[in-house]
Structure formats: structure tokens, C-alpha cells
């Protein structure tokens, strides 16, 4: 991240305390100069009560630790697993999450955020104005901040609309008679910034009750509208895909599985609590650290299914080399012992490179550019793909990292390491496999 991203991150959460302390203190000074009169003694306490409830919400929004996944945790059998045998090489549900970052398995619902440097347990997004994640344990936290600071500025919105209202209508009396310069000024900016603040938090606010409603996090929309667009491909080749080096990867269509009943689904985002309350509640307490790991499920596909659904795209590619010949075989004789050292640098440079990602080596064109050219010019991706405006990491500008959904948002928008997670999947390390 260069200095000046730095910086700007940095400068998020006081711009926003600066924000609401301009919204909910000299608004009250202001209103006690200006028609139809001073206010009340309830307008006040209302007031400052929703000033008090918005700074504890915002607080603990950007202070509450996201969580984080144990190295130690491991995925264990269902019910349905129990009753058969399980195969050493497969995780319990079929396919298993692992983050080649964390070096760890990695639970249902879990993403790898860009800017905590870590897996975070039901990732919603990673918060710009919070510096935080919006995760399993900080979500009730952040919704909450959202309706106080909603119902607050609308409060807000009331009481400076009537003073404007009475402004207007006194506006042929003689200047003296109404308010200065500097009072109209102040309350000309208030009541700009207050609409603009609560018309943007309203979308925010809804958009995230419907989500809460639906039992689905940001990425999780990401990912279901990705797997729509799959199905829809695969539709035109007979319900598969190519995948990576020729692999044919069947695509059917899989129900979002989290999705559990609207009541189910408030109370497992409120954390787990059924006190309508204590929903409301800016000092409720935050969601167990025992929780998180696991979630219920609707049913309605095989148990043995994960979310997300196979994504050819999310295969790494596998490295190419110009062996003819399997492992454990002599292939090649050197003439001097320093091109043999040269040679074992390479193979050993390479599989650094494979367990570590291999960017370079597994990113694909997108899917119209890749179904326009054949097997040779797919395999050869130029230094075109890439954008090298940050030197200190590439911005991946092509391939299906690129993709992007009907509002034009990519993963790395919700703050999500793209290389951590568009290529973690079936990617456990055979010592880890062995020791299972």
C-alpha cells in the first residue's frame, strides 16, 4: 500500500467522528436562535440520546475484533459422514477450503481479508468508513450504528425542515427581522450535509436489512450472481465447463444453502439472540467467540455440496514444464555440475512459486476472450493482463479475478485478497492430506 493510501485509510474514522459531532452538536446551539422557537426539553433529550446511541455503535463497530480463524481448527464429520467411510484424500462435505495465506483450513462462510491479513469468520465486507470488518461478531454492531445514525439524521431532518419551512415564509420581512448571515449559513450547510448523509445511509441501512433478511453476506451476493453466470455458460456446452489444462468441470444449478427462514435468519445475524430488544440494545454484548465456525443450513441440497458451488476458473492452473517423463525418472544429463545446480534452482524457484500461487502461471483470460482463441494462445498470457500501475502488487486487471457482477463490483471490492481466494479451493497440501 503506498504512503498515501496509508494515509487516506487513516483519515476515515476521524472524518467520520468529525461528521457526526458537526450533525448533532452545533445543530443544537443553532436551534435555539431560530423559528418557530428553541427546543424542547424531550426534542433535546431525544436528540442527544441518538447522538449517545450513534457514538457507542460506531465505537464498537470499529473496535470489536472481527475474529479470526484457529490454525488448530479442522473441518469435523456431519451426522450423514458419520455412517460411512470417509476418504483421507476428501473433506467431510466433498471439497475443502484451505487459505494458502493462513496456511490453515478454512471454515464455511470464512474469506481472507486484504487489510486484516487474516481469515475472518462470515466476512460481509471489509468497512472503508470503520477500518474493521463487517463480520460475524462486528455485523449487529454495524447494523445498529446504521439505524441509530438513520433515525437520528431523520430526526434531525424534522426539526431542521421546520426551521427552514419558517425561514421561507418570513422571507419579505425586512432582514433584521429573521435570522444573520452566519445563522442561514449554518443552517443552509446542516441541512445539506444532514440530507445527503441520511439519503446515503438509507440505501446502506436497507440494503443491509435485506441482506440480514436473506441470511446472505456481500461476497456471498458476489458469489451467487458469479454462479448464475456459470450455470448460464454451461448451459451452451451441455452443462459443463472447461477448467484449467482441459479438465471438464460438470456446472448445475446449487441453492444458496444459508438462506434458513427470515425470523431464523435475523436472529443467527443478531447473534443468535431471539430478544427483539437487545437487537436495539447499543451495549448488547457481542455474539460468543465460540460461534462462528458453523451454520445451519436449509436443506435443500445434499449435505455433501459447499458453498460456493465448483468455479472452473478457481482451479490452479498446472505448471508447465518441458518433462516428457513422470516423477522419479532420469531425464536429463548435464554436462557441468553448475547446470545441474542452475536446473534444480529453476524446478525449485517453480514449486515456490505453484504452493505460494503461482499468479504468473494460473491466471486465465476471461471466459468470451478464452472461448475466442485456441488451446496454443491460451496457454501463452502476456505481460498484457496485468496492470503494473502498483509495482508492489499486481492489479489484476484480466482473467477471471476480473469478473465482476451486474454493479460492476469485483471481489477485492469488499476487501477480499483475490489471490487468496479465487485460488484456495481443492488446494490442500499433501502433508496435510497425510496427516489427516
Known sequence: MSPRQFSLSQLAIPAVC??????????????????????????????????????????????????????????????????????????????????RKCEAFKPPRAHHCGKCQRCIPKMDHHCPWTSNCVSHFTFPHFIRFLFYAVVGLAYLESLLYARV?????????????????????????????????????????????????????????????????????????????????????????????????????????????????SWFWPLAATPSRDTGLEYETNGFEDPKLSWPPPDPDRIPRMIKTNDTEGPFTFQQQYSTAREEVEAFNRRRLEDIRRRQGGAELQRRKRFHERFSLDDDDEDNLSDDDYDEDDESEHQISEGEEAWKNSEGERLRDFGVDEEAEFYDEDDVPLAKLIQR
Open 18 to 99: 468529525l461528521l457526526i459531532a458537526f450533525l448533532a452538536y452545533p445543530s443544537q446551539y443553532l436551534l435555539l436562535y431560530l423559528e418557530p422557537g428553541p427546543l424542547s426539553r424531550s426534542q433535546l433529550v431525544k436528540l442527544n440520546v441518538l447522538a449517545t446511541s450513534i457514538w457507542i455503535c460506531y465505537y464498537r463497530a470499529c473496535t470489536v475484533d472481527p475474529g479470526r480463524i484457529s490454525k488448530d481448527w479442522k473441518p469435523t464429520p456431519k451426522e450423514a459422514d458419520k455412517k460411512t467411510e470417509v476418504d483421507p484424500g476428501k473433506d467431510f462435505t466433498g471439497r475443502q477450503r484451505w487459505c
Open 165 to 277: 419551512a419558517a425561514v421561507w415564509q418570513s422571507r419579505n420581512l425586512p432582514s433584521y427581522l429573521g435570522p444573520s448571515v452566519t445563522q442561514l449559513s449554518l443552517l443552509f450547510i446542516l441541512t445539506v450535509v444532514n440530507s445527503l448523509t441520511l439519503f446515503a445511509l438509507s440505501i446502506l441501512l436497507i440494503r443491509t436489512i435485506i441482506s440480514l433478511g436473506e441470511n446472505v453476506t456481500t461476497i456471498e451476493s458476489w458469489e451467487i450472481e458469479r454462479h448464475k453466470t456459470l450455470v448460464r455458460r454451461a448451459r451452451h456446452f451441455g452443462g459443463v465447463l472447461e477448467g484449467p489444462d482441459g479438465i471438464m468441470i460438470p456446472i448445475r444449478r446449487q441453492e444458496f444453502p444459508y438462506d434458513i427462514g427470515i425470523w431464523k435468519n435475523i436472529k443467527a445475524g443478531m447473534g443468535g439472540s431471539a430478544n427483539i430488544l
